[in-house]
């Protein structure tokens, strides 16, 4: 299974929004589309 992890950097380690792992392209796409248009995801 290839799963994608994104990081916030603005938040400390250990917060809630800190990491996020998307199982799902489709799902990554849309939340970036919806919270962070300029983040990245690494696979």
């Known amino acids: 299974m290839t799963v994608f992890v994104y990081v916030n950097t603005s ?4 917060d809630a929004e800190h990491v996020k792992v998307f199982a799902a392209t489709d799902a990554t796409e849309k939340w970036f589309e919806e919270n962070d248009p300029e983040g990245v995801a690494f696979e």
Not at 11 to 14: E, K, L
């Open 11 to 14: 938040n400390q380690v250990g």
